[in-house]
């Protein structure tokens, strides 16, 4: 802990005052003797409050609280802790040295504080980009009672956290799969059209039993109706494919539709696993970056994690012919691949249209594209000028290119979701559990 001892401006005008009062005794004698007096009281004062102040040696404690880690584009709580050794009540200013990935430079909090008293100071931080981010030291100006003399408290508190995709967001979703409550966050709610073929035990019959699924030689031996129980097939394999291309470069409330991407790939895979069903991920710009083979294992989350924070990118131009070539020899059994890409125009997607019929071939292929939400807002205006009527016809045009591209995906039997980057989680989940009832995986 370092301390430096700071003088208020006060001082300095009081001090001034006197040295103008020295000037001027020379022309009036008598403003000799108010002078020297102002200075002797002024010393008295600076004297008292600089003992006050540095009577304890450790006259206020700080400490800062939190994580190893971060949730990206989520509210992280950090908390300081800060305690008051002196018998009097102090008014404090903290600085907390923040990662520059925040740009905050005018970070300060005022805390008064009474003798012996602790606080706790929170505040709440929203990165928006993964990586390591590093804190620095805590400052605590302390002000003395009379408020003539502040010190100046210094602790050293460097440390690194890493910014991981939505973890939070991860949890919620997870909290509610497992009680079986997905429809609390907006997941709907889809009527099963039959039942799935994997049996999964004979029980007595309960009142909304399909009464179809009553086993009569089961029954015949029991004094009560049994009937077959049946469960969603497990063990399916689930792959999140990330295009990390140019055109998931573009921002949407501070974060990238790639960081979209991931936090929804984190989302699905937990989704996923909770459901009995195998995880795994592909990352892919001009080459095929990450490879996680679907697993259902217990430390396969961890994997999916770790796969997903360190992704870096140079936003070049996808290659899907590339991503074909790996998918065709290294996924064998048929799966359900869920593509997070981005389609500015019909004939961009033309043109990676025949690698995405190949893959469709073997898998069930899921597209995931954006919605243009400027070109939405653009489109919703009344324009007054001509200016505004032709920039209006042009955000038309682009948004019925959008819904054309899922007719023409549509056309050649490839499920597609057209969505707002604050939607993609819930419509991505949604689909999922959609196609798992169906029995289309």
């Not at 039942?195 to 029954?219: C, L, P």
């Not at 593509?339 to 249209?353: A, C």
Request: aromatic share 12%; charged share 25%; with cysteine.
């Amino acid at each position: 802990m370092h301390k430096t001892l700071y003088f208020n401006k006060i001082v300095y005008y009081i001090a001034g005052a006197g040295a103008v009062l020295y000037v001027v005794s020379y022309f009036v004698p008598s403003f000799y003797r108010v002078a020297g007096l102002l200075l002797l009281l002024l010393a008295i004062a600076l004297l008292v409050d600089f003992l006050l102040l540095y009577i304890k040696r450790d006259g206020v404690v700080a400490e800062r609280i939190a994580g190893d880690r971060f949730s990206i584009g989520d509210e992280n709580k950090v908390v300081i802790s800060l305690k008051n050794n002196y018998g009097f009540t102090v008014r404090t200013g903290i600085i907390d040295e923040l990662p520059v990935q925040f740009q905050d430079r005018d970070w300060l909090r005022k805390v008064e504080m009474k003798g012996g008293e602790q606080h706790l100071l929170t505040y709440q931080l929203r990165p928006v980009s993964r990586g390591e981010y590093e804190f620095n030291d805590i400052n605590v100006y302390v002000h003395a009672p009379l408020r003539l003399v502040k010190r100046r408290f210094i602790f050293p508190a460097q440390q690194v956290v890493k910014v991981y995709p939505s973890y939070m967001q991860m949890r919620r979703y997870q909290l509610l799969a497992v009680s079986n409550r997905l429809q609390d966050a907006g997941v709907k709610k889809i009527r099963k059209i039959g039942h799935s073929m994997e049996f999964e035990q004979i029980k007595e019959y309960v009142r909304g039993d399909d009464y179809r699924t009553i086993n009569w030689k089961a029954t015949a031996r029991k004094p009560e109706l049994m009937v077959n129980s049946y469960t969603d097939e497990r063990s399916q394999q689930i792959y999140c494919l990330i295009n990390k291309g140019r055109v998931m470069k573009m921002p949407f409330n501070g974060l990238t539709l790639l960081d979209y991407a991931i936090n929804a790939s984190l989302v699905l895979s937990n989704v996923a696993l909770v459901k009995q069903d195998r995880a795994g991920i592909i990352t892919f710009e001009k080459n095929i970056d990450g490879f996680l083979q679907a697993d259902k294992k217990p430390t396969q989350m961890n994997l999916v994690l770790e796969t997903l924070y360190k992704q870096k990118t140079d936003f070049l131009e996808p290659d899907f012919e590339k991503l074909y070539s790996v998918i065709r020899n290294r996924i064998t059994n048929r799966s359900l691949l869920v593509l997070f890409t981005n389609f500015e125009s019909l004939e961009s997607l033309q043109r990676e249209l025949p690698a995405l019929q190949k893959m469709a071939k073997y898998h069930l292929l899921l597209v995931v594209f954006f919605e243009n939400t400027e070109l939405k807002q653009l489109t919703d205006d009344s324009p007054a000028t001509m200016e505004g009527i032709y920039i209006k016809t042009i955000a038309e045009k682009f948004a019925y290119d959008k819904r054309q591209m899922v007719k023409e995906l549509h056309k050649y039997g490839i499920p597609s979701i057209l969505t707002t980057p604050e939607s993609l989680t819930v419509n991505t989940i949604n689909k999922y559990l959609e196609l798992k009832t169906r029995m289309s995986i």
